[in-house]
């Protein structure tokens, strides 16, 4: 399925445990994090619970139409647990984009390449990569023409734009409100109608049924209540 919404929180709980036996999972468990509390341990912090769902859905893709040679690189990956779990699986062609300087505290430097820059105009040259991945990072700053120009640059033909994003089939106003000092988004099923549609232009398209419909609100956030949406896009050959 190209285009797929979380239902209920019983799938985020039923990808973790997934997550756990792929070994792939980077969440701390109770104990490290009373460790962190008492600074015995550092680093950064991986992972999400509540984005067991689109990280699960993403690897298992990547999985499936991937192989483990093959670059991929993961959009806003600080903090990001995708590139982290690609790697646990075998995957050793792997760059993560931000930029926040921390980036360089992430884990598994010099396996996986790191690179501190705005993922909207990157310095890698054109057809550098057979899949882009992007966990909860489109709604903040969304901004349509830079993104899907800088993906189509990037991408390979035959390669794969894998995202997740805030979304609920009725348009929700988040104006005012603001995360990572961007303007926040919360997708409406039109929004990315409309996405899906402007991506024609730049040799983008989704490859699989598109299923828009969310059963509940399972997420809440800045004081709005929504769920998730998760979209593929394939670069035409």
Sequence with gaps: M?????????????????????GASSLESDLSARLRKYKLVRGVVLGDLVKSWDVLATLEFIEKNINKNEPIIDFGSYAS?????????GYTNLTGADLNPDL?????????????????????????????????????????VALLSEVSRLL???????ASFDYWQQKIDTTGIKFFGMDWNIFSEQEIVNFVDQAKAYGLSPVGEMSYQGADTPIECGGKQYTFGWLVLKKNV
């Design 156 to 162: 390979q033909p035959g390669g794969y734009f894998i």
């Design 81 to 89: 647990e995708i590139i982290v779990a690609l790697h646990k699986v």
């Design 104 to 144: 360089k505290r992430m884990p598994y430097q010099g396996k996986i390449k790191y690179e501190i820059t705005n993922f909207l105009k990157t310095r890698f040259v054109d057809n550098s990569f057979k899949a882009i991945t992007s966990i909860s990072v489109i709604e903040h700053g969304f901004d349509a």
């Design 2 to 22: 190209t285009m797929q919404v979380l239902q209920n929180k019983q799938q985020i709980s039923m990808a973790r445990k997934e997550l756990e036996n792929k």
